[in-house]
């Protein structure tokens, strides 16, 4: 059974940061594309960042610069460090695994996911 758990979010001042973690169990973590998500209240779910096996990373425009993702393959850990946090970053934060051999920015192109974790950024 394939398991993600997020852990990591919270209420921080803007201009803060966050390190988002996601330990994933039952599946070959070495070889899976990774990625994060955010949705806010009444919006649709949307693409944050994800590494695929190689480790190469890919950024939603609007957090170019000031997020990076990275995994840990010993630990089946991937992370999402938050710097220079805004307001609108505010929402929940879903961790995903994809079985895909290419790395994929879409919802549909994971097929695990976590609970999520809040963030919330105060102004």
């Known amino acids: 059974q394939v398991q993600l758990v997020e852990s990591g979010g919270g209420l921080v001042q803007a201009g803060g940061s966050l390190r988002l973690s996601c330990a994933a169990s039952g599946l070959p973590f070495t070889g899976y594309p990774m990625g994060w998500f955010r949705q806010a209240p009444g919006k649709e779910r949307e693409f944050v960042a994800a590494?695929?096996?190689?480790?190469?990373?890919y950024y939603a425009d609007s957090v170019k610069g000031r997020f990076t993702i990275s995994r840990d393959n010993a630990k089946n850990t991937v992370y999402l460090q938050m710097n220079s946090l805004k307001p609108e970053d505010t929402a929940v934060y879903y961790c995903?695994?994809?079985?895909?051999?290419?790395?994929?920015?879409?919802?549909?192109?994971?097929?695990?996911w976590g609970q999520g974790t809040q963030v919330t950024v105060s102004s």
């Open positions: 995903a695994a994809s079985s895909r051999l290419r790395v994929g920015s879409r919802p549909p192109d994971y097929n695990y």
């Open positions: 590494i695929g096996w190689s480790r190469n990373t």
